[in-house]
């Protein structure tokens, strides 16, 4: 069964602009979640997703939003891109039923 | 403001058992003890879960005290591929993922 897959791994933006990442879960998983990873703040939960809805939102700014689609893939994008944004995005599937999350390589944000 | 507390950083030799404890002991009764591990540069990945009982899978062995106050993930021979971070977490299983709170766990360092 293929993991979880996450594109792009690497990206290099400016200051202002914005960025789309994507992530396709394991096979029949629904749930969807995303985290930002840095040094300083550690793993921190952004947002997730269940069947198109989103079910949870950390304490992110409205900069950062998210959404997924009927096969449960999902995409979360950044806009005005701040240099405090560069990070490890990291999306996680799990299945409902066991709680454990399998986690994706993550697509590497670095901003300029 | 993760739930756990685990030192910052451990070493073991090649072919010992590393045993990394973990401090929960304001843990409630519907939740679980996960643990999970991140090689340098890669999403975490899964290791085990458990509720009171020990548990144990290919990867490792779980020991909860009887007050589920602490708890001890146990690999058998460490290889130089476990050398990685080392997160304990407590979550209420099949809940919403918003509560996966990732302390700065332990650096496991395995040395030949």
């Known amino acids: 069964k293929a993991g979880v897959t996450q594109t792009p791994r690497y990206l290099i933006k400016t200051r202002g602009q914005q960025v789309t990442l994507s992530c396709s879960p394991i096979s029949g998983h629904r749930s969807v979640s995303w985290y930002q990873q840095t040094p300083g703040q550690g793993l921190q939960f952004l947002f997730e997703?269940?069947?198109?809805?989103?079910?949870n939102k950390g304490n992110f700014p409205g900069r950062f939003s998210g959404r997924q689609f009927s096969n449960s893939r999902s995409e979360m994008n950044v806009s005005t891109l701040e240099l405090g944004d560069s990070a490890l995005y990291l999306c996680?599937?799990?299945?409902?039923?066991?709680?454990?999350?399998?986690f994706g390589e993550g697509s590497r944000l670095t901003v300029l | 403001d993760a739930k756990t507390t685990q030192p910052t950083s451990m070493d073991c030799a090649e072919g010992r058992a590393a045993n990394l404890p973990c401090n929960h002991s304001?843990?409630?009764?519907?939740?679980?003890v996960y643990w999970y591990r991140q090689i340098h540069s890669q999403g975490p990945q899964y290791i085990i879960h458990?509720?009171?009982n020990n548990e144990t899978n290919e990867m490792a062995s779980l020991i909860i005290t009887e007050d589920r106050k602490s708890s001890t993930l146990i690999l058998p021979h460490a290889t130089l591929r476990d050398t990685a971070v080392y997160y304990c977490i407590v979550r209420v299983a099949f809940s919403n993922n918003n509560d996966m709170r990732f302390g700065a766990g332990t650096r496991l360092t395995v040395k030949p």
């Open positions: 997703y269940f069947s198109e809805t989103q079910r």
């Open positions: 996680a599937s799990s299945l409902a039923e066991t709680g454990e999350l399998f």
């Open positions: 458990g509720l009171k």
């Open positions: 304001t843990i409630s009764g519907n939740e679980y």
